[in-house]
């Protein structure tokens, strides 16, 4: 799916991109709309001549000459109108899934902040019925557009040739309805802006309430949030019955307009038949004419209404898609931040191959606290080694700066040492010479923003401190990084996960379907399946976020023993809460004051008496309180 622009900042600009690749389609259609309007205006006419030839004491077969060619040219305008109908209302589906597919591409191009400060419930509001009134005003609004719009010429043209004075009476009207329209569309516009802002507040409550279905009734709160549900419900009833307010008015405001206007007509078309002036087959075609008018009037009114929806709907899809892509895949840049111009130098000997954070600075907004102050620290290629530290010290942070999830405000992570960095078999032409290609392989170290976004994520197995697993079986979630796996590789990585102690508990084994975030699967089973998931993927460095917090003592020691002898040469970064987990890493960071205040091996930091041993003491304090009580 090639990703379109939202750049133009005009709703028919965007519009207009969009039906681009279907422009054939809506071609054919709007011609059809023309075809359907001609043969609509041919009806009047063949009645005037009927009227005419019975005033004439024409045969009855005359009328029925008449009659049959009326049938016919209706018969003909409806199976023009059917086409129009088909093909416009069919092309704007498919703008529709080409918009859907690229708003939700775009947001997973979004960085982590974005989804910080966004609510779930407001986001899919805008995916499905903010983009259905767009895809209104590309279908219906549009080939009425064009059929309503060509009646009325078409009808005017007809209506100045069959008496020219009592259609200059029909165009007195044009600019009072015209007033009346634009008055009333800029409240349309805005009072269903206000209704989408509200509906997509509504969403968000109920999303957030079925996520947090357990905890809410686990703190007995459904009250609560039924009353908090009722008011936003209330809110949303009055901003609808706004809009339903000023709806309503528009259309009857519109009908009497025509309604008065009829009457003159009458009025004034009766004397100037009983005077002679115009005939009376000619007066009945005329008001054929007004009455063919009529609804392309009214329905003007309602293709108006359409817009202004769509329009307030497009600024709310426009709010999610001019928001930056955090990278682009190409140079490794994000939201306009360019790599840093830094010399790649050889590693030296005293540069220890690894993953090297340099100089790191980051906080989570310009106006909150640092998480890190200039923090330098040095990951060994093929070790494993454990974060700690105490809650807030940027643990979780520092995994996701070198996954690039956020960007830090200085610093660089520089990757060194694995043959993953080597240049590609295959490079593209003109890439041969850059300096992505001078890597490791060849003695060099690279800088992570250095490198395509997805193939630095692609060297990272990452479990994250908080499971997320998917509505589908074991098998599925287990092979989700790497659908084609064989069912020996699946087994294999949840043998090293020890998930493969509860598989026969289930009752079809691997083909087991899991709930929706795994809710049927424990927290410590849930654990072990996201981190069966990322040793699938064998990658060159594997990332724990504090992953075994759920698992037994013995169960983790035995999942890191399997690490240990299954991934040799690979680099581990182990952050846990657990410090009986660290004493197995080969090296441990401790993580204090925005910085790494310690590091080095469990033996070496419990003779420093530091941070490390106090914490280590008191968690062994703890755990054996614990086993006396």
């Not at 947001?107 to 989804?115: D, Y």
């Not at 459904?222 to 008011?231: G, V």
Request: charged letters at 20%; proline letters at 3%; glycine letters at 8%.
């Amino acid at each position: 799916m090639k990703r379109m622009s939202f750049n133009d900042t005009s709703f028919i600009g965007t519009l207009a991109a969009f039906t681009r690749p279907y422009r054939k389609r809506l071609a054919f259609g709007l011609t059809a709309a023309a075809l359907a309007s001609a043969f609509d205006v041919l009806g009047p006419m063949l009645l005037r001549s009927g009227v005419n030839a019975l005033q004439a004491s024409r045969p009855v077969g005359w009328l029925y000459g008449f009659a049959g060619s009326i049938i016919i040219v209706a018969f003909i305008g409806g199976v023009f109108r059917y086409l129009m109908r088909r093909v416009v209302i069919g092309a704007s589906r498919w703008v529709e899934s080409d918009l859907r597919e690229n708003y939700f591409s775009h947001l997973l191009s979004l960085a982590p902040k974005f989804f910080d400060r966004s609510l779930t419930g407001d986001l899919m509001a805008r995916s499905t019925d903010d983009l259905e009134r767009v895809r209104m005003v590309l279908g219906p609004a549009l080939q009425f557009s064009v059929a309503t719009s060509l009646t009325l010429i078409f009808s005017a043209a007809m209506m100045f040739y069959l008496d020219p004075k009592l259609a200059l009476l029909v165009m007195i009207l044009a600019p009072v309805i015209g007033g009346v329209v634009i008055s009333l569309t800029g409240t349309i516009h805005r009072v269903n802006l206000q209704q989408q802002r509200v509906y997509g507040a509504l969403e968000a409550h109920v999303q957030e309430n079925l996520s947090g279905a357990r905890v809410i009734k686990s703190f007995v709160r459904e009250q609560r949030e039924s009353e908090k549900f009722a008011a936003t419900c209330r809110l949303y009833f009055k901003r609808s019955m706004v809009v339903a307010r000023v709806q309503a008015l528009f259309m009857p405001v519109l009908t009497m307009l025509i309604g008065f206007g009829v009457a003159g007509i009458m009025w004034v078309g009766g004397q100037r038949v009983i005077a002679g002036v115009i005939g009376l087959g000619d007066f009945i075609a005329f008001l054929s004419y007004l009455a063919l008018m009529t609804w392309p009037m009214i329905a003007l009114g309602w293709v108006t209404h359409l817009y202004q929806r769509g329009k307030a709907s497009h600024k709310r899809l426009r709010e999610i898609l001019d928001v930056n892509e955090q990278f682009s895949d190409d140079d490794g840049s994000a939201d306009g931040h360019e790599a840093d111009d830094k010399t790649v130098q050889p590693a030296s000997e005293a540069q220890a191959s690894g993953i090297r954070f340099s100089n790191i600075r980051f906080s989570y907004n310009d106006q909150g606290p640092q998480v890190f102050d200039n923090l330098n620290l040095l990951f060994p290629q093929g070790k494993i080694t454990a974060v700690v530290g105490r809650t807030g010290s940027g643990k979780s942070t520092l995994l996701r700066i070198l996954s690039r999830l956020y960007e830090p405000r200085q610093g660089t992570v520089i990757l060194s040492g694995f043959p993953e960095l080597a240049p590609p078999a295959r490079l593209e032409a003109g890439r041969t010479a850059s300096r992505e290609s001078r890597s490791a392989a060849d003695g060099r170290e690279v800088a992570w923003n250095e490198l395509p976004v997805s193939r630095l994520r692609r060297m990272i197995g990452y479990v994250d401190q908080t499971p997320f697993l998917f509505s589908a079986t074991i098998t599925e979630n287990i092979a989700f990084g790497k659908p084609d796996a064989t069912v020996q590789e699946i087994r294999h990585a949840a043998q090293m996960a020890r998930f493969d102690l509860d598989v026969d508990d289930f009752p079809d084994a691997y083909d087991t379907r899991i709930g929706e975030r795994g809710v049927t699967l424990s927290g410590g089973q849930q654990q072990r399946l996201t981190l069966a998931r990322a040793l699938l993927l064998d990658p060159p460095i594997l990332v724990l976020d504090d992953a075994l917090s759920a698992v037994d003592t013995r169960t983790e020691s035995e999942i890191i023993n399997n690490i240990k002898t299954g991934l040799k040469g690979k680099t581990v970064i182990l952050v846990t809460h657990r410090l009986a987990a660290s004493e197995r890493a080969d090296r441990i960071a401790v993580l204090e004051g925005g910085a790494v205040a310690e590091f080095g091996t469990h033996e070496e930091l419990m003779k420093l008496g530091g941070v490390y041993a106090d914490m280590y003491h008191r968690q062994r304090l703890a755990d054996e309180l614990g086993e006396i009580s």
